[in-house]
DNA sequence: CAAAATTAAATTGTGCGCAACTAAAAACGC
DNA sequence: GCGTTTTTAGTTGCGCACAATTTAATTTTG
């Protein structure tokens, strides 16, 4: 291992790193949306599911984990999940029966009506930010995550 | 249920949700540490708890837990894990039995000396972001995390 | 066409997070 | 002092995340 120069002082402290904030922060947020979530009956990441099939519904899993950077080990369950609560529907594709459709079913977009009260349940806690400050943010950590997913820049 | 003003058009599109940046920032931020803490045989709570404990030996889980926003739910069993591999010892305070006492051991000490590798494995992914922009959007995440958790500001 | 390679989803196993609950010890109130 | 309340950890149960592996279907190649 090649020496190299030493970490400025306190450089390890929690309180200055940039992913216990990040860590610290998705919780909250997680934690925030909890309550309108439940009222739906449904988990942070499921709402997450819906937020993509509500925009475009009868997606492979591929493309549903492509969308939230999720693989099938996560999915798989996940989607089970919402099938057992009648929210969507689980089909092989008969033109290619690796791929599994999931589709909306009635109840599940009968549940996007309840999509603006969950967004404004967490929009007005956060009513006394800038919402160009958010947009900013949101901008900034979308770069984050690009870079820190090894993006050629 | 009050009536209330539309959402802007595509305000609940994936890609426009602060929360879903937020998640998966924090995912791919986790994901960054994993070479570098793999080679210490630590996952990336534990090494929070790590970077706490290297700064204040000696915490009762309750004060591990205030700093990291957790609770014994989750530090029982990831702290028996440290106990397991040598790194932190856990012991009643005879003064009051309720209090557990994390310590390090001396495995635990040493450790630390590797934490700069772990630190720099990262930082040098984020080398073409400006230092100053970092520390910005860390305080920024700071007081997104304070607004969320109820802060009467 | 048959073997090999690729692709898509599911499965397995581990470790969080967190809500809800329990157990035990200490502090408090009268 | 003694019953009540509070404090601190631990336990239980569920749902992610994700690495690693497996299974099965399709595509590619020789």
Do not use: N
Request: with cysteine.
């Amino acid at each position: 291992m090649a020496k190299r120069s030493e970490l400025p002082e306190g450089a390890l402290r929690l309180d200055r790193q940039l992913c216990f904030a990040l860590y610290a922060a998705t919780r909250a947020m997680t934690q925030a949306y909890h309550p309108a979530l439940d009222a739906l009956g449904l988990t942070y990441p499921q709402y997450l599911v819906l937020l993509v099939l509500w925009e475009e519904d009868d997606l492979m899993v591929k493309e549903l984990g492509a969308q939230l950077m999720l693989d099938s080990g996560t999915l798989t369950p996940l989607l089970k999940r919402l099938e057992a609560a009648g929210i969507v529907s689980r089909r092989r594709d008969p033109d290619d029966e690796r791929r599994l459709r999931v589709t909306l079913t009635a109840h599940g977009r009968r549940l996007r009506a309840k999509a603006p009260s969950v967004y404004r349940c967490v929009a007005e806690r956060l009513a006394d930010q800038s919402p160009r400050e958010l947009a900013k943010l949101r901008e900034q950590l979308v770069a984050l995550t690009q870079t820190l997913k090894g993006d050629p820049s």
